[in-house]
């Protein structure tokens, strides 16, 4: 792959930790050459607990994402192909009830983008660094139950566990869900803002088991910004990085929707 063409993971100022507008967004797309664009910001949720996230698209505020962007999809149709999607965690307890309040908006998507385990509201956080194997082991359950719903169009920073422990141990558990994700059929992302932050994720041995394994994968930019669409280094040690390893990446990076 020379470039991308298509991505699917970008967020909106309405997370409250992304900036710009969302035209600005697509303007930059544009000027990178990008064909297709999706929107996924953090999905509204509606907690059983009454719990508040603050990290997501307030439930105030989904009615406005879906406007503004469905707006801009069609003044922007002859120039760049919108799509309106979220990135959401699967949380089992309270999954159809999601399901259901999601279902009042025109989402055309949702990637899984679990940033905790199982769930939030008990603070099970992935983002932090842990030995712990219970935790590395119930990451990647969960991940492996979100596939299995069939309702996600890809499976954004697999490789988000923060797991130190030594990469035997890692490499067992990931490829339990390399091989049910490859059983699905389902795409795993490679995730350029975690390359670009220096963060845990991309992790080399997962993809080095993912490529063994024969996993598709796919690129995301996850701009929480307009910069990075337009930032063709960037992209090109993206592509680069899945290379290095074999990785069997999506042809110029398009999904049917
Ligand atoms: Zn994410
Ligand atoms: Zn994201």
């Given at each position: 792959m020379e470039k991308l063409i298509a991505n699917y993971h970008t967020h909106t100022y309405r997370c409250g930790h992304a900036e710009g507008t969302d035209r600005e967004f697509i303007e930059s797309a544009i000027a990178a050459g990008i064909k297709i664009l999706g929107f996924s910001d953090h999905s509204p949720m509606i907690f059983p607990s009454g719990h508040t996230s603050s990290?997501?698209?307030?439930a105030e505020k989904a009615g406005d994402y879906f406007d503004s962007l469905t707006a801009l999809k069609d003044e922007y149709k002859n120039d760049i192909e919108i799509h309106i999607g979220v990135e959401a965690e699967y949380y089992p307890h309270m999954f159809d009830s999601y399901l259901e309040y999601m279902s009042a908006f025109p989402c055309e998507y949702f990637i899984c983008g679990?940033?905790?385990?199982?769930?939030?509201e008990k603070g099970n956080s992935s983002f932090g660094k842990t030995e712990d194997v219970n935790i590395l082991s119930s990451y990647f359950d969960n991940l492996i139950e979100a596939v299995k719903?069939?309702?996600?169009l890809y499976i954004a920073h697999p490789d988000l566990v923060n797991f130190t422990g030594d990469d035997e141990t890692y490499a067992f558990h990931a490829k339990r869900f390399l091989k049910v994700a490859l059983e699905y059929d389902i795409p795993l992302e490679i995730n350029r803002l975690g390359l670009e932050d220096g963060r845990?994720?991309?992790k080399d041995i997962f993809w080095k088991c993912a490529a063994e394994t024969g996993n598709r994968a796919i690129i995301g930019?996850?701009?929480?910004?307009?910069g990075p669409l337009s930032d063709l280094p960037m992209h090109r040690r993206c592509i680069e990085y899945a290379g290095k390893f074999g990785v069997n990446l999506i042809k110029d990076n398009i999904l049917s929707l």
């Open positions: 990290f997501r698209v307030p679990q940033h905790f385990i199982y769930d939030e719903t069939e309702k996600f845990q994720y991309p930019i996850d701009a929480h910004s307009p």
